[in-house]
């Protein structure tokens, strides 16, 4: 019992010690949104443009019965993983974002899609799944949809569940509405991953939405806004106060880089340039003391 008990000891002293060298707040890109969808340079990209980690997609989607990913071979999956641990950087979660232009709520074969996305994340050691609903499945547009995209996810969670993952879902809802959503679907394993950019573009006010949706229910969080400026210069855009909420709730995680591009200079030479900037000032605001 003794050498139990201080085995137990040890071990919870080395994860305390591990969890020491992870900052509170983690600051990641889109691989797709760097122009290097599922290539393993999204890697060396993200390290060169000064981030934590990266969002790996699945994927494009089209007709296809699921994602076209590389990442169903476990020689590829294996080759991503390398590169990770050798530049030091972490995979914040893996996307589906063909469901940006896809419906989630009408397109058949979804579970087969998730399922995919669920089997390459535990395969990966990556915890969170991230799944826009979408132009087609804005339920602010379309609160018909409401009742299968509700019925979907609920079998999804029910896999995530069983898998150890969470599902990040994006949608078109203010904070009250998606905390509805999110109790009717009653999983612990669909949450919201937070976009700033849809309260910024509904004029809502970003802490207080932050506030109603509360620590529990937000995975990660997309920090950029729309293509224009970037973060710094972005008049909309108070991330220390956005900080000062986040702290306040006690949240910890990754905060995403999709887009906040100079809007003069968004081609793929200027990739570095862009999300460099906004992954400094991220930075800058959430990690330094």
């Known amino acids: 019992m003794r050498c ?33 969808r599922q290539k393993l340079g999204a890697f060396q990209l993200t390290k060169d443009i000064g981030a934590d980690g990266v969002e790996v997609d699945m994927g494009g989607l089209g007709e296809r019965p699921t994602f076209d990913s590389k990442l169903g071979d476990p020689v590829v999956r294996e080759q991503f993983l390398a590169k990770a641990r050798e530049l030091g950087l972490g995979i914040s979660s893996l ?58 996810l609920k079998t999804a969670g029910k896999r995530a569940e069983a898998a150890g993952v969470v599902i990040g879902i994006e949608t078109a809802l203010d904070a009250a509405g998606e905390a509805a959503l999110l109790d009717e679907i009653g999983s612990p394993a669909v949450k919201s991953y937070f976009n700033l950019a849809n309260a910024f573009q509904n004029k809502r006010d970003v802490c207080a939405e932050l506030r109603t949706l509360g620590r529990k229910r937000i995975v990660q969080i997309h920090a950029s806004n729309t293509d224009g400026v970037w973060l710094q210069h972005d008049p909309q855009v108070n991330l220390p106060k956005i900080k000062a909420t986040l702290d306040e709730l006690g949240w910890s995680g990754w905060l995403v880089i999709e887009r906040s591009r100079d809007a003069t200079r968004t081609g793929a030479k200027d990739v570095k340039y862009n999300f460099g900037a906004n992954a400094a000032y991220l930075k800058q605001v959430f990690q330094k003391p």
């Open 4 to 36: 139990s008990a201080l085995l137990i000891c040890l071990l919870g002293v080395a994860a305390n010690a591990f969890a020491t060298d992870v900052p509170r707040y983690r600051v990641g890109v889109c691989d797709w949104m760097i122009l290097k």
């Open 95 to 152: 996307a589906m974002s063909g469901f940006y232009a896809q419906s989630f709520a009408e397109r058949e074969g979804v579970d087969r899609m998730v399922q995919d996305t669920i089997d390459t994340a535990k395969a990966m050691g990556v915890s969170v799944l991230f799944l826009p609903l979408g132009v087609q499945g804005d339920l602010v547009k379309h609160p018909e949809l409401s009742t299968v995209v509700v019925e979907r």
